[in-house]
């Protein structure tokens, strides 16, 4: 069945950047009718989606616009992943991040597959 | 972006009772493409509902979903103890992706 793995340190400093990765297995990070998604959630900003990577005969990004200055998704298709840089990161940016996964040819649309989520704190 | 509201915050029931939550959205969902999710303390969301009404797989069929525009609802027809847990709507209609604040199911 199809997993996601999450790596990545739990504890930026602020003005820093936050990466993490999201491994993948039984399905592919190159995939026509999947989109590759971060998403976080913290108890002040609730669930919010941060991007998106995906591949249709090109690859392509989206992102939401309360990031879209800081943030970087990209696809490794030769390790079957992909990752999340957020830049400049500030105490707002503390939050459980989860990658998610959406099924369909369409980018936008649910999570069926979620990773196990990685507590980031960002505090000097 | 579209502001999803649910209501109630917590709805405090008794295991068998039906359950009955709202969604509510700040502008017409396109093609009503709303989801929803249960979360229990410390793990991801796991996805119940899609396209408004349908079931994803292996979900017990006392979860349906109704709605459409700007109002959707999530009913639990007999709870299970297991339902217990905390309710997230989601639409994926329009840009951005966007999510509501959740309604917490309590014994």
């Known amino acids: 069945q199809v997993q996601l793995q999450q790596s990545g340190p739990g504890l930026v400093k602020p003005s820093q950047t936050l990466s993490l990765t999201c491994s993948i297995s039984?399905?592919?990070?190159?995939?026509?009718?999947?989109?590759w998604n971060w998403i976080r959630q913290s108890p002040s900003r609730g669930l919010e989606w941060l991007g998106r990577t995906y591949y249709r005969s090109r690859w392509y990004n989206d992102y939401a616009p309360s990031v879209k200055s800081r943030i970087t998704i990209n696809p490794d298709t030769s390790k079957n992943q992909f990752s999340l840089q957020l830049n400049s990161v500030t105490p707002e940016d503390t939050a459980v991040y989860y990658c998610g996964r959406v099924y369909n040819s369409n980018p936008r649309g649910v999570f069926d597959i979620w990773g196990q989520g990685t507590v980031v704190t960002v505090s000097s | 972006e579209i502001v999803l509201t649910q209501s109630p915050a917590t709805l405090s029931l008794s295991p068998g009772e039906r359950a009955t939550l709202s969604c509510g959205a700040s502008h017409s969902v396109s093609n009503n493409y709303l989801g929803w999710y249960q979360q229990k303390s410390g793990l991801a969301p796991r996805l119940l509902i899609y396209?408004?009404?349908t079931r994803a797989t292996g979900i017990p069929d006392r979860f349906s979903g109704s709605g459409s525009g700007t109002d959707f609802t999530l009913t639990i027809s007999r709870l299970e103890p297991e339902d217990f847990a905390v309710y997230y709507c989601q639409q994926y209609g329009n840009s951005p992706l966007t999510f509501g604040g959740g309604t917490k199911v309590e014994i």
């Open positions: 396209d408004s009404s």
């Open positions: 039984g399905d592919s990070v190159s995939s026509n009718i999947a989109s």
